[in-house]
Nanobody, 124 residues
C-alpha cells in the first residue's frame, strides 16, 4: 500500500510556473503525473522510473515536452513536476500515481495507487 499526497497547485497567469510535489508513504520506483480537466478524461503528463538515483528514465506527453520536468527524490520519497510556460489549457486537477508493472508509462490504467489531486488554474 502507498499513500500519496500532492501539493503545490494554485492559480497562475499564462507563462508562469508552478512546482507540484507528491509525498509517498514509502519508496516506489515507478511514479507519474496525470491531469483531468472538467468534462475530459484523465490523461498522462509525465512518468519516471528512478532506481536508487542511478538509472533514471522519464516519459512525457507531447503537451508536456519542453515545458514540464518530472523528477524524484528517493531519499524523501517525493515526486516533483516543474511546470514552466504554463498555458490556460494546462488547467486541471493534477494527480500523482505510483506502482505500475510497466515503467515509465503515462498510461492511466497501469497505476495502482493514486493521490487526491491538486488543482492548477492558469489564466490568460
Amino acid at each position: 500500500q502507498v499513500q500519496l499526497v500532492e501539493s503545490g497547485g494554485g492559480s497562475v497567469q499564462a507563462g508562469g510556473s508552478l512546482r507540484l510535489s507528491c509525498a509517498a508513504s514509502r519508496y516506489t520506483n515507478c511514479m507519474g503525473w496525470f491531469r483531468q480537466a472538467p468534462g475530459k478524461e484523465r490523461e498522462g503528463v509525465a512518468a519516471i522510473a528512478a532506481i536508487r538515483d542511478i538509472d533514471v528514465y522519464t516519459k512525457y506527453a507531447d503537451s508536456a515536452k519542453g515545458r514540464f520536468t518530472i523528477s524524484k527524490d528517493n531519499a524523501k520519497n517525493t515526486l516533483y513536476l516543474q511546470m514552466n510556460s504554463l498555458k490556460p489549457e494546462d488547467s486541471a486537477m493534477y494527480y500523482c500515481a505510483a506502482d505500475s508493472p510497466v515503467c515509465p508509462t503515462i498510461a492511466t490504467m497501469r497505476y495502482k495507487y493514486w493521490g487526491q489531486g491538486t488543482q492548477v488554474t492558469v489564466s490568460s
